[in-house]
C-alpha cells in the first residue's frame, strides 16, 4: 500500500496529465519545465559538490567532506 | 587523494542521470545522486552526457564509456566503480556494461538500474492498463517519440539502445528497483529474468503501487527513501564481497 505522500504526488502527477496533453508542450518547453523543478530540491545534509571536467564533459563530484587529515 | 577532481581515489558511483535520453541534467539529479553518495558512504560522479535529438546514438553511450575510462585514469580501480542510474541513465548504465564487456574492457564491480529503461520499442502491452492514470501523463510528454529520437537511423531492437534486446551473460552483479505499477514494470521484470538465465546475478526489487521515477521524490515520498537505503545495503554487499574475495582465493 503506497503512502499518503506517493498518493498525493500520484494525484498531482495525474491531474498535470490533461493539461499537458492539450498543450503539447515542446521539448525545450519541457526542458525548461524539468529544470525549474530542480530549483525546489535541497542537498542532503553534509553532502558537497565539486565541478569536474571530463574530458570536455560537465561533470559534478557529490561526496561527503574528506576526513581532515591527521597529525 | 585524486588531484584532479578532489575527489579520494577509491570507490565511486558513476550514476547516469534519467529523463529518457532527451531531457535531464546534473541539476535535476542533483539531490538525488546526493541523498545516494550519502547512503552509500562514497563519491558519486554524475556526468552530463550528450541528450537526443540534438545527439543521438551512441552519443550518450560514448559519454558515459568517457567518464568510466576517465575514472580508470585517475586511479579507481573498476572493482570500486559501481554504475548507477534512473530510468534512461538505467538503460545507459546496462548498456555501458554491455559495451564494456563486447569490447573486452573490466567491468565495474556492479550496477544499479532504479526503474530502468531496457526497452525502447515500448511494446504494445507496455503502456498497460494497471498503470492506466501514469500512462495518460506519459502519453501526454509523448514519451513514445523520445525513443525514435534517441536511436534516429538505429533500430529502436539494438542491444545497446534496448539491453532488454541484448545477450545478457558476463555482467557482474545486478541492483533492479521497479514498481509493479509502472509502465516499464513488465519490460524491466522480462529482462531481470533473461539476465539471471543467462546467468548474472541479479537482486530485482519490486515496490507496490509506484509512479515511475519515484526515487526523484526521496525527499518527502517514504518508499523512495527506502528504496536508496536498499541501494546503500547492495553497494555495501557488493564491496564486502569484494573486499573477501582475493581473502578467500588466498586461504584456497
Not at chain 1, 565541478?51 to 561533470?59: K, L, Q, S, T, Y
Not at chain 2, 569490447?103 to 492506466?132: F, H, M, N, Y
Amino acid at each position: 500500500m503506497p503512502s499518503p505522500q506517493h498518493t498525493l504526488l500520484k494525484q498531482f502527477l495525474v491531474a498535470s496529465a490533461a493539461p499537458l496533453a492539450r498543450r503539447r508542450p515542446s521539448l525545450p518547453t519541457m526542458r525548461l519545465a524539468v529544470e525549474m523543478m530542480a530549483f525546489g530540491q535541497f542537498m542532503p545534509w553534509d553532502i558537497f559538490l565539486e565541478e569536474a571536467d571530463v574530458e570536455g564533459m560537465a561533470a559534478e563530484w557529490i561526496r561527503r567532506p574528506a576526513p581532515p587529515l591527521a597529525g | 587523494m585524486d588531484s584532479a577532481a578532489g575527489a579520494p581515489a577509491g570507490r565511486v558511483i558513476l550514476y547516469l542521470h534519467g529523463g529518457g535520453y532527451v531531457l535531464g541534467s546534473l541539476n535535476t539529479h542533483r539531490a538525488l545522486v546526493g541523498s545516494l553518495a550519502q547512503r552509500c558512504g562514497v563519491a558519486a560522479l554524475a556526468i552530463n552526457y550528450r541528450k537526443a535529438p540534438e545527439y543521438p546514438f551512441p552519443a550518450a553511450l560514448e559519454d558515459a564509456l568517457t567518464a568510466y575510462y576517465w575514472l580508470l585514469e585517475r586511479g579507481h580501480v573498476p572493482a570500486d566503480i559501481i554504475v548507477a542510474g534512473d530510468s534512461a541513465g538505467g538503460g545507459l548504465a546496462l548498456a555501458l556494461l554491455l559495451a564494456l564487456r563486447d569490447a573486452g574492457e573490466p567491468l565495474p564491480a556492479a550496477a544499479v538500474g532504479l526503474s530502468p529503461w531496457t526497452d525502447l520499442k515500448l511494446p504494445a502491452g507496455t503502456l498497460r492498463s494497471i498503470c492506466q492514470e501514469e500512462s495518460l501523463l506519459l502519453e501526454a510528454l509523448e514519451i513514445r517519440s523520445w525513443g525514435p529520437l534517441y536511436a534516429a537511423d538505429t533500430p529502436l531492437n539494438h542491444p545497446l539502445i534496448s539491453p532488454g534486446r541484448a545477450e545478457l551473460h558476463g555482467l557482474p552483479p545486478l541492483l533492479i528497483q521497479i514498481s509493479n505499477a509502472e509502465v516499464l514494470g513488465d519490460d524491466v521484470r522480462r529482462f531481470a529474468d533473461q539476465a539471471r538465465a543467462a546467468g548474472t546475478p541479479v537482486t530485482l526489487q519490486v515496490f507496490d503501487g509506484l509512479v515511475h521515477w519515484w526515487h526523484l521524490f526521496w525527499r518527502f515520498v517514504p518508499e523512495a527513501a527506502t528504496a536508496l537505503d536498499r541501494v546503500a545495503d547492495f553497494t555495501r554487499q557488493v564491496w564486502e564481497t569484494e573486499e573477501a574475495a582475493p581473502a578467500v582465493r588466498q586461504a584456497a
